[in-house]
């Protein structure tokens, strides 16, 4: 079963590298952004039928503005590397990352509230340079902040992979006088007090709160500018406290699908690591999954990076 479980996982990640090449992710993004427009209308429609008091206006914007998160989502963006990456490269537990991708995308409708809040009531902004902003300096911060985290897991697995290549080394340089019959399962051994091979739990299990932090925050300082277009209408038309439902509607629209990647990206990881389970070599091969999430993550967000620059 651990065999079969990596062979599929290994398949997964050659056709998800496949689809890359030939350009798949790219057709996703075209046909991401056609059914976005097509939801921005259906927004603005419901906009004018809630202003005017038409019966179920409110709940066709609500439904607009989900599927307007669920289309942004579907398309490449920032938020899924960064949660598929960190699923990927480190063993977290599948609820932690569920919170931590949910707590990002409410975290992108508080930004988008607090930037056209501010923007209008403080700074006088129109619509056109409240997306510059986005656009222009929080975009760029945000790719800037995936990038680091991307280079953290990267140096990460790099520092695993030579702590644990001195560790073999010395631990060959003396003599453990090993009792043949002992185990070399989990357990520390008795006689050299090293653990021989660690399960899949105990490998990578420091996932402190300043790493949840920092996910948070690279991904939510970048809001959706389908939130904005929403808050600013709504605002204009005196139904801010509908723009604000909508907002964080959409973010909950896009939570669904980074949450659906994060636990995909974990999956995949523990598919490609479970033939190890129990074997020496078990701490090696996480070392180097989390070094090739954190070499992807990195690639990605400079790419970004300098498409926004």
Not at 155 to 174: I, K
Request: with cysteine.
């Amino acid at each position: 079963m651990r065999l079969l479980l990596s062979l599929i996982a290994a398949a997964v990640l050659a056709l998800l590298l496949a689809l890359w090449a030939m350009g798949g992710v790219d057709a996703i993004g075209q046909w991401a952004a056609v059914q976005q427009r097509g939801f921005q209308n259906t927004i603005a429609l419901a906009l004018r039928a809630a202003r005017a008091g038409e019966s179920g206006a409110v709940i066709t914007l609500l439904g607009a503005c989900f599927a307007y998160g669920l289309a942004h989502a579907a398309g490449p963006g920032h938020g899924k590397v960064l949660i598929g990456g960190y699923g990927f490269g480190r063993a977290v537990p599948m609820l932690r990352l569920s919170v931590i991708a949910l707590l990002a995308s409410l975290g992108q409708a508080v930004t988008a509230v607090v930037l056209v809040y501010a923007g209008v009531l403080i700074l006088n902004l129109g619509r056109d340079s409240m997306i510059g902003i986005t656009e222009q300096i929080m975009a760029p911060v945000s790719y800037g902040a995936i990038a680091l985290i991307g280079l953290w897991l990267l140096w990460r697995g790099l520092r695993r992979m030579m702590g644990r290549r001195e560790t073999h080394t010395h631990g060959h340089d003396h003599a453990h006088n090993h009792n043949p019959n002992h185990d070399h399962g989990a357990e520390v051994c008795g006689h050299c007090g090293h653990a021989h091979g660690p399960t899949l739990e105990q490998v990578g299990k420091a996932n402190d709160l300043r790493a949840a932090l920092a996910l948070i925050a690279g991904i939510a300082v970048r809001p959706c500018t389908g939130a904005l277009f929403v808050l600013i209408i709504t605002w204009q038309m005196g139904i801010g406290p509908l723009g604000v439902a909508g907002a964080f509607v959409m973010a909950f629209g896009t939570a669904l699908i980074t949450i659906a990647v994060g636990l995909a990206a974990a999956g995949l990881r523990g598919g490609l690591l479970a033939g190890l389970a129990g074997s020496t070599r078990l701490a090696q091969a996480a070392s180097v999954v989390e070094t090739l999430a954190g070499a992807v993550v990195f690639a990605i967000a400079l790419t970004l990076l300098l498409r926004a620059l």
